[in-house]
């Protein structure tokens, strides 16, 4: 018996614009991140076309330009980038004023973005769907969540002692249960929509089967690689070094290529929606700074799957989880934002440093159900440096309570079920 999807309400819904202005969307992500899904939930009354099917790419290619708002007309394209002449028709049908609305997605970003920057520039608007957050795994399509506690973190305005003094600082009953719920389920499965309505071994199955997908389409798409065996080798190595600095010179040594070639397969993983590179803090507080990117992966359970590590979560994959579901959430309702960690050769380190608008915040990741006083040392050290510029610390761990830790200082230990 076939299973039902089980839809849910995704934030970028939001920020999508409606289907009464003069607009031509954009939606690009990973594979099966819910695309279209989305579009179609979005703009029901759109024509849709996919172009991963070979007939719909041959009919869309025998379509004359002029022909293009009669035949077509506003229209949802999937897989826009496997037909580059749909970006032209659609241009001269949009820039004539012949149709006012399209929707173009594509899980291809280095082919989707190069055609729109070429034949759409300054009339298409970019958004990237990412796997599902903790806070969207909360809610059904037409049950709009509340909005996440790092959403109120980084829009106002205010110190974190103020914000945080409106939350409660326990979460009890059904919230609590649904709050921890989400968290565990991105962090042993991720947040591949399609895992929701699966059981345990069809989980393992589709994992495995969405790797060999990426191998055969996506890199495809990004490289004609005669051999895969140097990128599966890099790219093992990189999942297992997930919440580190990266060394470019160390992973091409131990997976036996050139720096070049590894810092071209990285690329291919993080243009494909597969990791995350947080880049330094470059602002000379202190003493020299360490200027090596960090690496993480982005979705947990493609990660889980690709290291085989099922078991509870070290302090590594704890960050890595911490990081992208903050960068999930920066990236589709907060771009503006910005996401650094900063570290020092004198030792001073934090794991994550968030540049708002409104001021600085520090945050530390403990995989541990209780905060201790050292915890606390290279917070404190950040915001005395940066004194008016500073706005809180977050120490983010595995227990059950929001709590004040320095008055002073104003840095908080947040659950992270609860901040996200």
């Given at each position: 018996?076939?299973?039902?999807?089980?839809?849910?309400?995704?934030?970028?819904?939001?920020?999508?614009?409606?289907?009464?202005?003069?607009?031509?969307v954009v939606i690009t992500g990973a594979r099966q991140t819910g695309k279209t899904t989305l579009s179609r939930l979005k703009y029901p009354g759109l024509n849709y076309i996919n172009l991963d099917s070979i007939e719909d790419r041959q009919a869309v290619a025998a379509i004359r330009t002029a022909s293009w708002a009669?035949?077509?007309?506003?229209?949802?394209?999937?897989?826009?980038?496997?037909?580059?002449?749909?970006?032209?028709?659609?241009?001269?049908?949009?820039?004539?004023?012949?149709?006012?609305?399209?929707?173009?997605?594509?899980?291809?970003?280095?082919?989707?973005?190069?055609?729109?920057?070429?034949?759409?520039?300054?009339?298409?608007?970019?958004?990237?769907?990412?796997?599902?957050?903790?806070?969207?795994?909360?809610?059904?399509?037409?049950?709009?969540?509340?909005?996440?506690?790092?959403?109120?973190?980084?829009?106002?305005?205010?110190?974190?002692?103020?914000?945080?003094?409106?939350?409660?600082?326990?979460?009890?009953?059904?919230?609590?249960?649904?709050?921890?719920?989400?968290?565990?389920?991105?962090?042993?499965?991720?947040?591949?929509?399609?895992?929701?309505?699966?059981?345990?071994?069809?989980?393992?199955?589709?994992?495995?089967?969405?790797?060999?997908?990426?191998?055969?389409?996506?890199?495809?798409?990004?490289?004609?690689?005669?051999?895969?065996?140097?990128?599966?080798?890099?790219?093992?190595?990189?999942?297992?070094?997930?919440?580190?600095?990266?060394?470019?010179?160390?992973?091409?040594?131990?997976?036996?290529?050139?720096?070049?070639?590894?810092?071209?397969?990285?690329?291919?993983?993080?243009?494909?929606?597969?990791?995350?590179?947080?880049?330094?803090?470059?602002?000379?507080?202190?003493?020299?700074?360490?200027?090596?990117?960090?690496?993480?992966?982005?979705?947990?359970?493609?990660?889980?799957?690709?290291?085989?590590?099922?078991?509870?979560?070290?302090?590594?994959?704890?960050?890595?989880?911490?990081?992208?579901?903050?960068?999930?959430?920066?990236?589709?309702?907060?771009?503006?934002?910005?996401?650094?960690?900063?570290?020092?050769?004198?030792?001073?380190?934090?794991?994550?440093?968030?540049?708002?608008?409104?001021?600085?915040?520090?945050?530390?990741?403990?995989?541990?159900?209780?905060?201790?006083?050292?915890?606390?040392?290279?917070?404190?050290?950040?915001?005395?440096?940066?004194?008016?510029?500073?706005?809180?610390?977050?120490?983010?761990?595995?227990?059950?309570e929001i709590k004040e830790l320095s008055e002073e200082w104003s840095i908080w230990s947040i659950p992270l079920y609860m901040l996200v």
């Amino acid at each position: 018996m076939k299973k039902n999807k089980i839809l849910k309400y995704r934030w970028l819904s939001s920020r999508l614009p409606d289907l009464d202005t003069r607009r031509i969307v954009v939606i690009t992500g990973a594979r099966q991140t819910g695309k279209t899904t989305l579009s179609r939930l979005k703009y029901p009354g759109l024509n849709y076309i996919n172009l991963d099917s070979i007939e719909d790419r041959q009919a869309v290619a025998a379509i004359r330009t002029a022909s293009w708002a009669g035949t077509v007309g506003k229209a949802i394209i999937d897989e826009a980038q496997k037909e580059p002449a749909v970006f032209d028709k659609v241009k001269w049908a949009f820039d004539q004023e012949q149709i006012d609305f399209s929707v173009l997605t594509g899980s291809s970003r280095i082919l989707l973005m190069s055609q729109v920057k070429e034949t759409m520039a300054g009339r298409a608007f970019l958004f990237n769907l990412w796997p599902l957050m903790a806070s969207e795994i909360r809610s059904g399509w037409d049950s709009k969540p509340e909005f996440p506690l790092i959403h109120d973190i980084i829009q106002e305005s205010a110190n974190l002692g103020q914000i945080l003094a409106k939350n409660p600082a326990v979460l009890l009953g059904q919230k609590a249960e649904d709050a921890r719920s989400a968290i565990d389920h991105i962090s042993k499965w991720g947040g591949m929509p399609e895992l929701l309505y699966l059981d345990i071994n069809e989980r393992h199955e589709w994992l495995r089967s969405y790797q060999q997908t990426f191998l055969e389409r996506d890199l495809a798409d990004l490289a004609r690689l005669r051999d895969l065996a140097p990128f599966l080798t890099l790219q093992h190595l990189a999942m297992l070094r997930s919440g580190s600095l990266l060394s470019f010179s160390e992973l091409a040594r131990d997976a036996g290529i050139s720096v070049n070639t590894a810092r071209r397969f990285l690329e291919y993983l993080r243009i494909s929606y597969q990791t995350i590179m947080l880049m330094p803090w470059y602002r000379n507080l202190t003493s020299r700074v360490v200027k090596t990117p960090k690496l993480y992966w982005v979705d947990m359970g493609i990660l889980r799957q690709g290291t085989g590590r099922w078991g509870a979560m070290d302090g590594g994959m704890f960050e890595t989880l911490v990081i992208s579901e903050i960068y999930k959430w920066i990236n589709t309702m907060s771009p503006d934002t910005r996401l650094y960690f900063y570290r020092t050769r004198s030792g001073l380190e934090v794991d994550l440093i968030i540049e708002t608008g409104a001021g600085i915040i520090g945050v530390e990741i403990k995989n541990r159900p209780r905060v201790v006083t050292k915890d606390l040392s290279n917070l404190k050290k950040l915001a005395a440096v940066l004194e008016r510029e500073w706005k809180g610390g977050i120490v983010v761990y595995s227990g059950n309570e929001i709590k004040e830790l320095s008055e002073e200082w104003s840095i908080w230990s947040i659950p992270l079920y609860m901040l996200v």
